[in-house]
């Protein structure tokens, strides 16, 4: 037999395969440090998402540059010369750093009604606050009644200025992304061709390389304009917002988790496992191997180039789960032989522990696999990624563990167990106690909690706030809260608006004030000139003044925000469509980047319509908010479906979670049918694999009610919670399966049997458990709230496990007597 060849070799050949494990994890861990940690906007997005698409096609219309945003709280009023220093001292200092294009800040926005001037005058004569003939009592109140300014660049209190940070573009990081997505999309329509898939491979690693160097580059740039506001700390309240602020800072709080904690369980696993087992060689041995699958796994990762991401950060906790499961089930069968056999030789005990055991553990592998396997035909890379990571790590789990504990036990002196923990640990036989007696009390508590899984269920939603993801008392969490209740949201949403091109282009009525500029217009400008009509002002207006009207909406800006300018600077009168067309083709280009360009493009007859939406409104709910903008520009606006398109991050991030949603439960399901066709064919029965696939589903449904009720949203952090459920359960059930079958072959007594499976496997169910479980306590002391969430439902995940697999598992078996009444014994091994 393959398994007899295997104990020999081990046995026989231990310190070569002990020094074969140390060069391997010391190989896989340098080529560790390689993998790479990556929660940038592009890794969550759907790359064969229409909208994403669209979004790109948008942005490469219109400019489009990254961000970052400081929120600055003067303590003196914001228009005293002070105050005006310091923000003109703090913009020439972050201009001075690698990276920064340009800033926007209440020094250098135009002023247009400061005092109010005519339209002809203004494109010759922009003016700003630091203009000597701007009057500086008009100033505040522009600045807070304005549209264009009003709760964007300052709040309405005027204690708040936004300063606008605005980032080099990355030409090389354009055209390799641009590349990239362009086989990308060729590689969905037809197969690619040898020379393509070449050509493909060489610009996946280009990208990937000048990605990670700018990835570093931004991390520079951001820590170095954190460091330039410090040195203004002492003159208000100062924070830093942008999407890739957060991203970036994600990364850091990711990191530092792993850093920290990575530390701190380790350290309370080897508390537990000594209070446990009480003896140095059991506390070693499942911290040894853990750390080596980790390792090795973590450097098999680099290697294929697998990233880790937000959604698949949790992999290494859920390997480390994995793998003392395995070590610590071998520990206590040992111990229980050798209470069994005390004079059998260290060799044979060793021998008689991985017979019992080598079964059981290799089909929970088999079974992950297979449940993890489920989630690569998901079509989110991320997820895809976390399947192989984790089919990777179990497996290098389970070799890794059949390594080392035999190979360190025969180099080991055999010695008696210390079994002072196990004689006082009584759980397992009141589980047993109350699984004789209180059947009927079992089933009532499972109906309850059926009821109440259904209850959560049903008051679960799929969303994802950022700012939800920091503590109250972060920097980065009173940063946003700022931005988005003084100066307009952070999350951006953008509407472009197509105009029909049959719609009657009206002639122009020539405007005194203009008649001088009307020659000019004929020889450059008759496009402009003619654009700007009355229908299309109209119908701009209407939607941006239904869009300001949406309680989650926090800003909105668009052609329309001039518009209402113009009403202001008129008396009540729109711009006319030569005052407009004026303005286009006569502002200079810094002022037009802020008032026009962005808004309009004439080539493509469309307006655009850039919102931010307040993140932190516990009511906002962005798939029916965006499904009732959608609904709304029709029959209220009177838009034409065709005529519109919603895109940017908003829509690309409510796409993926809907995706991640809706693949969470196809994947869910090939994963119960996965492991219902290895239940059935570990047991060869199917009434055991219905009674299996029962039991696992309680931990899984449970999780997902205690998320409802709690109010825990299902995002992109906390949707693989349902894969460590279904994991845990599974790793207990076949454990529990299989010592059952084994103990009823010996009188086949379904009651007594149970009993004897309490006292035996339980105690390795119970003591994995508690290990993890007082481990990943710990982490509920994060800043970052997806690792706080992450632990403490892991916890709560163990112990619903623990209770299912030994209390209603075994009920469930004694009651349907799945294993048959007549017991034949039988030796299984692997052949």
């Known amino acids: 037999m393959f398994l007899q060849k295997y104990i020999d070799f081990i046995t026989t050949n231990a310190k070569m395969v002990l020094f074969t494990v140390a060069i391997a994890t010391g190989v896989f861990g340098y080529y560790g440090q390689y993998l790479s940690i990556d929660a940038s906007a592009e890794t969550l997005l759907l790359e064969n998402d229409q909208d994403l698409k669209l979004t790109r096609e948008v942005h490469g219309r219109y400019s489009s540059p990254d961000y970052l945003f400081i929120s600055f709280s003067p303590k003196e009023h914001l228009l005293c010369e002070a105050t005006l220093k310091n923000i003109k001292n703090l913009k020439e200092s972050l201009l001075k750093i690698e990276g920064i294009e340009s800033i926007t800040s209440i020094l250098d926005v135009p002023l247009l009604q400061s005092p109010p001037i005519p339209i002809q005058e203004v494109v010759g004569n922009i003016q700003t606050l630091e203009s000597p003939t701007v009057d500086k009592t008009l100033v505040q109140?522009?600045?807070?009644?304005?549209?264009?300014?009003?709760?964007?660049?300052?709040?309405?209190?005027?204690?708040?200025?936004?300063?606008?940070?605005?980032?080099?573009?990355?030409?090389?990081?354009?055209?390799?992304?641009?590349?990239?997505?362009?086989?990308?999309?060729?590689?969905?329509?037809?197969?690619?061709?040898?020379?393509?898939?070449?050509?493909?491979?060489?610009?996946?690693?280009?990208?990937?390389?000048?990605?990670?160097?700018?990835?570093?580059?931004?991390?520079?740039?951001?820590?170095?304009?954190?460091?330039?506001?410090?040195?203004?700390?002492?003159?208000?309240?100062?924070?830093?917002?942008?999407?890739?602020?957060?991203?970036?800072?994600?990364?850091?709080?990711?990191?530092?988790?792993?850093?920290?904690?990575?530390?701190?369980?380790?350290?309370?696993?080897?508390?537990?496992?000594?209070?446990?087992?009480?003896?140095?060689?059991?506390?070693?041995?499942?911290?040894?191997?853990?750390?080596?699958?980790?390792?090795?796994?973590?450097?098999?990762?680099?290697?294929?180039?697998?990233?880790?991401?937000?959604?698949?950060?949790?992999?290494?906790?859920?390997?480390?789960?994995?793998?003392?499961?395995?070590?610590?089930?071998?520990?206590?069968?040992?111990?229980?032989?050798?209470?069994?056999?005390p004079h059998m030789s260290q060799k044979e005990l060793i021998e008689t522990t991985l017979k019992r055991m080598s079964v059981p553990s290799v089909f929970v592998i088999l079974t992950s696999v297979a449940g993890f396997g489920s989630l690569m035909t998901c079509d989110i890379l991320p997820i895809v990624d976390l399947g192989n990571m984790m089919n990777i790590g179990v497996t290098v789990s389970l070799i890794v563990t059949y390594l080392l504990f035999p190979s360190i036990m025969i180099l080991l002196e055999k010695k008696e167990p210390v079994l002072t923990f196990d004689n006082v640990f009584t759980l397992n036989t009141t589980f047993a106690y109350i699984v004789e007696h209180y059947k009927k009390i079992i089933i009532a508590v499972v109906v309850g909690l059926a009821c109440f899984s259904l209850y959560g269920v049903t008051r679960l939603v799929v969303e994802n706030s950022f700012i939800n993801y920091f503590k109250e008392s972060t920097e980065i969490y009173k940063g946003m809260k700022k931005i988005d209740n003084n100066l307009g949201g952070t999350t951006p949403l953008e509407i472009v608006v197509r105009f029909p091109k049959n719609e009657t282009i009206a002639q122009p009525q020539k405007s005194v004030d203009v008649d001088e500029f009307d020659d000019e217009f004929k020889q450059t400008s008759n496009d402009a000139k003619y654009w700007f009509t009355p229908q299309?002002?109209?119908?701009?207006?209407?939607?941006?003044?239904?869009?300001?009207?949406?309680?989650?909406?926090?800003?909105?800006?668009?052609?329309?925000?001039?518009?209402?300018?113009?009403?202001?600077?008129?008396?009540?009168?729109?711009?006319?469509?030569?005052?407009?067309?004026?303005?286009?083709?006569?502002l200079p280009s810094q002022y037009k980047k802020i008032l026009l360009s962005p808004y309009v493009n004439i080539e493509k007859d469309e307006a655009r319509f850039v919102i931010r939406i307040v993140d932190s409104n516990p009511k906002l709910r962005r798939h029916e908010l965006l499904q009732s903008i959608e609904k709304d520009l029709q029959t209220k606006v009177g838009l034409e479906r065709q005529n519109f398109d919603m895109v940017g991050m908003m829509v690309l991030y409510n796409n993926m979670l809907q995706s991640l949603f809706s693949s969470q439960i196809s994947t869910l399901g090939l994963a119960v049918l996965s492991l219902g066709a290895m239940f059935l064919f570990l047991f060869r029965s199917l009434k055991i694999a219905m009674v299996a696939?029962?039991?696992?589903?309680?931990?899984?449904?449970?999780?997902?009610?205690?998320?409802?009720?709690?109010?825990?949203?299902?995002?992109?952090?906390?949707?693989?919670?349902?894969?460590?459920?279904?994991?845990?359960?599974?790793?207990?059930?076949?454990?529990?399966y299989y010592r059952f079958r084994e103990e009823l072959q010996v009188d086949g007594d379904y009651v007594a049997s149970m009993h004897r499976a309490h006292s035996t496997i339980a105690f390795g169910m119970f003591y994995y458990s508690?290990?993890?479980?007082?481990?990943?306590?710990?982490?509920?002391?994060?800043?970052?709230?997806?690792?706080?969430?992450?632990?403490l439902l892991t916890v709560l995940v163990l112990l619903m496990a623990i209770v299912s697999d030994l209390i209603f598992s075994p009920l469930l078996v004694i009651v349907f007597k799945p294993f048959g009444r007549k017991i034949v014994k039988k030796e299984i091994g692997i052949a």
């Open 141 to 341: 109140k522009e600045l807070t009644t304005s549209p264009l300014y009003a709760k964007n660049l300052v709040s309405a209190d005027f204690k708040t200025t936004a300063i606008v940070v605005n980032l080099k573009e990355d030409t090389k990081y354009t055209e390799l992304l641009s590349a990239r997505n362009a086989f990308l999309v060729l590689k969905q329509e037809r197969a690619l061709s040898k020379e393509e898939k070449e050509r493909f491979e060489t610009i996946k690693r280009e990208f990937k390389t000048y990605r990670d160097s700018s990835r570093e580059d931004t991390h520079k740039l951001i820590e170095n304009v954190r460091t330039t506001m410090n040195s203004y700390k002492g003159e208000g309240d100062l924070f830093l917002g942008g999407v890739m602020m957060v991203a970036d800072d994600m990364i850091g709080f990711v990191k530092s988790d792993i850093e920290i904690y990575g530390g701190v369980i380790l350290a309370i696993m080897i508390f537990i496992l000594w209070i446990i087992f009480r003896q140095i060689r059991f506390v070693v041995l499942p911290i040894v191997a853990s750390f080596s699958a980790v390792v090795i796994t973590v450097g098999i990762n680099a290697l294929l180039g697998l990233e880790v991401t937000v959604i698949s950060s949790n992999f290494i906790a859920m390997q480390l789960i994995t793998t003392l499961s395995l070590v610590i089930h071998l520990i206590v069968s040992y111990r229980e032989e050798y209470g069994v056999y």
């Open 536 to 586: 299309k002002m109209e119908t701009i207006l209407k939607v941006h003044d239904y869009l300001e009207s949406l309680s989650e909406v926090g800003n909105v800006s668009s052609l329309g925000t001039l518009s209402k300018v113009g009403r202001i600077l008129k008396d009540g009168k729109d711009f006319d469509n030569f005052e407009l067309a004026l303005l286009y083709n006569e």
């Open 693 to 736: 696939m029962t039991v696992n589903m309680v931990p899984v449904s449970m999780i997902f009610g205690i998320m409802g009720v709690a109010n825990i949203p299902l995002d992109m952090m906390s949707i693989t919670i349902a894969s460590i459920a279904l994991g845990i359960t599974v790793d207990n059930t076949i454990h529990y």
């Open 770 to 791: 508690l290990a993890t479980i007082v481990g990943f306590l710990v982490l509920v002391t994060s800043n970052f709230i997806p690792t706080l969430i992450f632990g």
